[in-house]
Nanobody, 123 residues
Framework: QVQLVESGGGLVQAGGSLRLSCAAS????????MGWFRQAPGKEREFVAK????????YYADSVKGRFTISRDNAKNTVYLQMNSLKPEDTALYYC????????????????WGQGTQVTVSS
């Protein structure tokens, strides 16, 4: 069983930055690929970024490429999402996800989820 707890969300002006964290309660954190998804009101949950268990491979949605950076610290069982140059359209509830092996960009393919942290970007 994997438990995920996100933190770091908040209210920020357009152009600002936030760093989200996701702490995982799991015995072998490096065995899990991790990722971030987001869901805006009235919209479906969408993929944002993912990272392999070793941290050596990352992948981003086109909408955040060049602005967001995903990273992980396997010694701390934590994955991060550094968000720069934030835009009002980035406003959403951000979820952390975990999957043994490879994380899918389709939400339904991932077994473990956190409760989410709200990010609001004002114009």
């Amino acid at each position: 069983q994997v438990q995920l707890v996100e933190s770091g969300g908040g209210l920020v002006q357009a152009g600002g930055s936030l760093r989200l964290s996701c702490a995982a309660s799991v015995r072998t954190f490096s065995a899990y690929a991790m990722g971030w998804f987001r869901q805006a009101p009235g919209k479906e949950r969408e993929f944002v970024a993912k990272i392999s268990g070793s941290g050596g491979t990352t992948y981003y949605a086109d909408s955040v490429k060049g602005r967001f950076t995903i990273s992980r610290d396997n010694a701390k069982n934590t994955v991060y999402l550094q968000m720069n140059s934030l835009k009002p359209e980035d406003t959403a509830l951000y979820y952390c996800a975990a999957r043994a092996g490879i994380l899918t960009t389709t939400p339904a393919g991932n077994r473990y989820w956190g409760q989410g942290t709200q990010v609001t970007v004002s114009s």
